[in-house]
């Protein structure tokens, strides 16, 4: 399969440095103009900063563009376009022989975009645009649904061209793109902008850090999240990167719908996704979904069952199976801290689905449980469901409690706290489920006055390893997913250092422990196997280090670093490693090494071991004249080939 190409398509005005377009060079191969909305502008000037083809578009009002200019003047304009950009973008209505004689086959890319047609009615379209020659085809289909997007990837597979590339446009169609690429289509069209587009196009940035690409998308099975909306999920980043970093064949991919039955109905109970060469094997269910989801499992887990809520669905050889990993917070609380639940007083602040098996999984630990809500017809509901106590929001006093989990939305962007901290004990624990890049106020301030504190992420992190391995039976590695994450720690609070200092004792890994029974003789030669070959960043989008080669010379292990543009400035050049470490005492096996480069004004000094089948590479950077502490960074490299 050839490896797929991103078209980045520029529709915003460009800084006076371009600024927008250096990172492009990196990953795409076309740079799409769209001429509709910024005039025709000059190749000189794009050249210099793009090395790649320049595409020259000019799309229609029926085409989804803002072109609304007379004929002659749209052939005029495309006839320009032809002596000045290597591409020119053409509709049905630019099949004039003016057009044809000026813009040879080679130059064009023949477009198509409109509202789902009928079966029947694709293939016609196709029929005439295909008669004129091109180098593309490209078939787009506005306001689509699930169905429309399963019937055209089903039109697609049908041509067997390598040719052509047709997708849904829209956040809802988002999977088409990627599922295109796995049946042939050569391009992936994508914003420069850093955020989806109000034509409905993700952005370059999120294809390469969520996706790989570019690069060969090929995979086996699907998973992926569904909710609304879902598309600025990190759930594709962290799960596609464990995949890549664990050889397993599988693509994340995030379905934004509105309306779960007509999603389950397209793409689970019809099975056509089958007959692409890829099904869906696994889902995380996102809101507003949560509850509508259970009604479409074949089997559910007891939690599942008594909450009337699912966050996880699993394919097995009896269909489909609801899980719900939601009490996760509460687990790791008693893992980290040693949270005592028996007997306790605990509050759970939201009845959705999350805060509805907070409460179960709290009352099934020991703890006496009450339920509060904002809304009365909510919290009803869940107080008749659970069979435990409401009382709403407007009258809760959480002095009573020593366990407080706030499962609402509130802090997530709107910088509220959903309780009185105040009002709590010094022994108290806070679980907020609300993820963020920035702890909530209800986290800072609960951290500020020393209690146990359990925040978003780290509920989401023990959500996302427990899911990974439902789904696929594989363990995702924890730094990769810390590290895709940015996780930021926190100082500790009090509370925790003082639970803490005693029980790091326990945690002591059983390799560190000396077995004086396994000392042997040191072996007079290291295998280095598990050591050389190509690694690359599992970050595409770093800008440290894209890749480091590691070579043999005798018994002395070379190292490479070089950075992602290929430039020669970026070849950090070959040094002998200073030292190379065994996996243990009584082991040959090569698996970590230190190495030294000496730059005109600054050393770097490097730092790795292998972990869980990744390369972990520090990197601290010093002054030469100094020796004082310039950067650190640390980044985590797959291998892509053995020596």
């Not at 290597?86 to 004689?101: A, I």
Request: net charge neutral; charged share 20%; with cysteine.
């Amino acid at each position: 399969m050839a490896e797929t190409c991103i078209v980045a398509s520029l529709a915003t005005p460009l800084s006076s440095e371009e600024r927008e377009l250096h990172p492009l060079r990196r990953y795409c191969e076309w740079l799409e103009v769209r001429a509709d909305i910024l005039g025709d502008l000059g190749t000189a000037r794009l050249r210099d900063v793009f090395p790649g083809k320049l595409l020259y578009s000019l799309p229609s009002i029926d085409a989804g563009g803002c072109f609304a200019g007379s004929d002659s003047d749209r052939r005029s304009r495309l006839c320009g376009a032809a002596r000045r950009y290597d591409l020119v973008t053409l509709e049905e209505r630019d099949f004039h022989p003016d057009v044809l004689s000026r813009i040879a086959p080679e130059q064009r890319v023949i477009s198509w975009s409109g509202d789902p047609p009928l079966a029947t009615d694709l293939t016609k379209y196709f029929e005439r645009l295909s008669a004129v020659p091109a180098m593309l085809y490209k078939l787009e289909i506005r306001n689509g649904r699930a169905s429309d997007g399963v019937a055209l990837m089903s039109f697609l597979k049908t041509l067997k061209r390598a040719d052509v590339v047709a997708f849904l446009a829209g956040e809802t169609g988002f999977w088409t793109r990627l599922v295109a690429s796995h049946l042939g289509a050569p391009v992936i069209f994508a914003s420069v902008e850093p955020a989806w587009t109000a034509g409905g196009a993700p952005s370059v940035e999120q294809l390469v850090a969520d996706y790989g690409l570019p690069g060969k998308t090929e995979f086996a099975d699907i998973f992926g999240i569904v909710g609304y909306p879902v598309s600025h999920s990190l759930s594709p980043r962290i799960h596609n990167a464990a995949y890549s970093a664990l050889g397993h064949r599988g693509l994340f991919v995030a379905f934004q719908e509105e309306s779960f039955s007509d999603f389950w109905d397209a793409l689970i109970g019809s099975d056509q996704l089958d007959s692409l060469g890829c099904s869906i094997k696994g889902l995380t269910v996102a809101s507003p979904h949560k509850e509508v989801a259970l009604t479409h499992a074949s089997t559910a887990s007891p939690m599942s069952k008594r909450v009337g809520a699912s966050n996880v669905f699993v394919r097995n050889g009896e269909g489909w199976r609801a899980e719900t990993t939601d009490p996760e917070g509460l687990v790791f609380a008693r893992e980290k801290f040693g949270l005592s639940v028996r007997g306790r007083a605990a509050a759970v602040v939201g009845c959705g689905g999350a805060g509805r098996a907070m409460a179960v999984a709290l009352e099934q630990a020991g703890a006496s449980v009450t339920l509060v809500n904002r809304g009365t017809t909510r919290g009803h509901m869940a107080s008749e469901m659970l069979g435990l106590p409401c009382v709403p929001l407007s009258s809760f006093n959480p002095s009573g409690f020593s366990i407080v989990v706030n499962a609402t939305p509130v802090g997530r962007n709107d910088g509220r706290i959903p309780f009185d901290i105040g009002a709590l004990g010094r022994d108290a624990a806070v679980i907020d489920l609300v993820y963020g890049r920035e702890p909530t106020p209800l986290v800072s301030r609960a951290r500020k006055a020393g209690l146990i504190v359990v925040d978003g992420s780290d509920v989401l992190e023990a959500q996302v390893l427990r899911q990974f391995h439902m789904m696929t039976g594989k363990r995702m590695p924890v730094q990769l997913l810390r590290e895709q994450l940015g996780r930021r720690r926190e100082p500790a609070s009090p509370a925790s250092r003082r639970r803490n200092v005693m029980d790091s004792f326990k945690y002591v890994k059983a390799e560190d422990s000396l077995d004086q029974s396994a000392i042997k003789p040191p072996a007079t030669e290291l295998d280095f196997s598990s050591l050389v070959g190509e690694w690359v960043n599992t970050n595409p989008v770093s800008e440290g280090v894209a890749r480091v080669v590691l070579t043999l010379n005798g018994h002395r292990l070379l190292v490479r670093m070089l950075g992602g543009t290929g430039s020669p400035e970026d070849d950090w050049g070959t040094v002998e490693a200073d030292s190379v470490f065994a996996s243990g005492i009584a082991s040959r096996q090569a698996s970590a090494f230190s190495a030294k480069y000496r730059f005109d004004s600054k050393e770097a000094h490097l730092l790795t071991n292998l972990s869980l089948g990744l390369l972990i590479v520090a990197i601290c950077k010093t002054a030469r004249d100094a020796g004082r502490p310039v950067s650190f960074s640390r980044e985590f490299y797959r291998r892509v080939a053995a020596a």
